[in-house]
């Protein structure tokens, strides 16, 4: 995608208070991203980040997962609603429902996911607490294509933050936050200008393949 393209339009999907979906929404408005949100979705209402999307003028609703009998059939209203906005790439920010092979198929190389680790550690919840108690000396997070595999898709890009000798769960978690919202709208605008792209389960950049160990900085572009 050129410069000169339209944004591309997104979906951000929810659970919570939408951190991630502010920083994507700041960035988009700050034209740091190449990209629009053309709608946001939450699978609880009372999610925060809901209210956060209306501010900004985006449309935004809820498919209550509890109001569906199954994950099939959750996963197929949920898919109903954002295609409906034919977004180019499905984002998920905070988006706590394990979602089904079927789902995920349909959205291949087109949905990603941001975790609160440096993957492959630390996979589902409750990563800071983990990290600190097995002494790491650091943490972070990342960003990866969304795959079958509970957060085992290939990585685009971490962010580091070193673990301190009086950190806390919560401390440790709110400066990880920060490297979040620096990372995710440095990989979506990397795939809405079309520099990035999942292809035979290897992440891309300018037709380059990425390493096993992930560009750490949003500022520097990897190497060959």
Known sequence: MSVGTAPLPIVVLISGGGTNLQAILDACAERRV????????????????????????????????????????????????????????????????????????????????????????YRGLDTHRRAIADGQREHGASVHFVTRELDGGPVILQARVPVLSDDTPTSLAARVLEQEHRIYPQAIDWFARGRLRLEDGRVFLDDRPLNAAAPTDPGVEPAG
């Open 34 to 121: 190449h990209a629009r949100v053309q709608a946001v979705i939450a699978n609880r209402p009372a999610a925060g980040g809901l209210e956060r999307a209306r501010r900004a003028g985006v449309p935004a609703q809820v498919v209550d997962h509890t109001e569906y009998s199954d994950r099939a059939a959750f996963d197929r209203a949920l898919a109903a609603a954002i295609d409906a906005h034919r977004p180019g790439l499905v984002v998920l920010a905070g988006f706590m429902r394990i979602l089904g092979d079927e789902f995920v198929a349909h959205y291949e190389g087109r949905m990603m996911n941001i975790h609160p680790s440096l993957l492959p550690l």
